[in-house]
């Protein structure tokens, strides 16, 4: 079996490990995380037990046999996020892609990057393209000819439709829908609900239906 550990903690962490246990050829070593203690676990019910922070990457890099999963979604801070992942320097390889079976992916119509988290039920159409480290929740859809940018996250029932750009670190909240030949610019933040008709610039917030900018980060 693969050894897998997984930075963050609960909420996306434990969907990976979920995720990970389900897929039936990964142990979990544990989490990495840089708030709880180490010793002490994360979950409720099925608990992990927390072997370090995020400072002890380097320790588990010497083990080739172990793979990496990173559990975060920056909400509010996405660039510094995506900066601090960009500086653990994990090499791509080492990254886990965790794919549950009842996702539903036309097979060699997609392009998927590697550390990725797709989720149950989540449904991606011909052409599209993941980059690394993005995520998708359950029951989310990427349209056609749509593309997901390093570390982007299209979280529960939300809809993207064809031909759509999620630049790196963007969010879809829960619920939001994007209509087609959209650009969602870097680190932005698609609130849960909104229907987004037009372009969105980098480092903004958009909420609403229609979606307008609440603020600009």
Known sequence: MKKLVI?????????AASVAQDLGYYEILGFLNDFVPVGDTVGVYKKHKVIG???DVDKYLKDEDVYFFIGYIGM????EVFEKISNLNIPRERF???IHPSAIIPKG???????VLISPLAQLSPDTTIEDNCILLPNSFLGHDSTMKRFSHITANSVVGGNVVLGRGAHVGTNATIRENINIGDFAIIGSGAVVLNDVPENSIYVGNPARMLKSK
């Open 7 to 15: 930075l963050g903690g609960r909420g996306i962490g434990m969907i």
């Open 96 to 98: 886990a892609t965790l």
């Open 53 to 55: 922070t995020s400072k």
């Open 76 to 79: 509010k801070n996405e660039k």
């Open 109 to 115: 119509y997609c392009k998927i990057g590697n550390g």
